[in-house]
T-cell receptor, first 116, second 111 residues
């Protein structure tokens, strides 16, 4: 199979603190990972494309200094929400691109962030 | 910008086949049709994808019209656990190409 994990699955933090979310491809290597955000009753919105060994590419309107992305290995990408505020509360989901015959992206289970 | 159009919602009867339509009239020659579904509060789950031929796997069948401007995802025997939002997405095949999600179809399987 192609399994992607995220940690933590749920986090509650105080306003002004930073939160790190990990995304791991467990049984395959992923040169590219993607980070999405989903607000209630809305579709997934791509935040950034994370490339192993290089800087992430952010979508328009996403603050790169607020959402720090690190993709230091072929199986791990991290998203750090810096100085989180209540409006950052959302469901954050990563996906990993499995290079090969199918080139299919597989998604993690998501991380529910609540900022108080 | 999503390149696909799907009905916002549909109901299906448990045990019956569920046919989910998707229009992608501006699809390019190198773009595949991917289907994902998202069960409430979970990450999207890959279902199937295809280029121009019909495809079938253990989860579903994908029927793509000859002109590739539309497709239909078929769940052969819908169960209550198939209740989810189903997304039809077109994109080039390479793993580095991002997925752009539209509104999807909210499918409710009823007993």
């Amino acid at each position: 199979g192609a399994v992607v994990s995220q940690h933590p699955s749920r986090v509650i933090c105080k306003s002004g603190t930073s939160v790190k979310i990990e995304c791991r491809s467990l049984d395959f290597q992923a040169t590219t990972m993607f980070w999405y955000r989903q607000f209630p009753k809305q579709s997934l919105m791509l935040m950034a494309t994370s490339n192993e060994g290089s800087k992430a590419t952010y979508e328009q309107g996403v603050e790169k200094d607020k959402f720090l992305i690190n993709h230091a290995s072929l199986t791990l990408s991290t998203l750090t929400v810096t100085s989180a505020h209540p409006e950052d509360s959302s469901f954050y989901i990563c996906s990993a691109g499995r290079t090969g015959e199918t080139d299919t992206q597989y998604f993690g289970p998501g991380t529910r962030l609540t900022v108080l | 910008d999503a390149k696909t159009t799907q009905p916002p919602s549909m109901d299906c009867a448990e045990g019956r086949a569920a046919n989910l339509p998707c229009n992608h009239s501006t699809i390019s020659g190198n773009e595949y049709v991917y289907w994902y579904r998202q069960i409430h509060s979970q990450g999207p789950q890959y279902i199937i994808h295809g280029l121009k031929n019909n495809e079938t796997n253990e989860m579903a069948s994908l029927i793509i019209t000859e002109d590739r401007k539309s497709s239909t995802l078929i769940l052969p025997h819908a169960t209550l656990r198939d209740t989810a939002v189903y997304y039809c997405i077109v994109r080039p095949k390479a793993a580095g190409n991002k997925l752009t999600f539209g509104g999807g179809t909210r499918v409710l399987v009823k007993p």
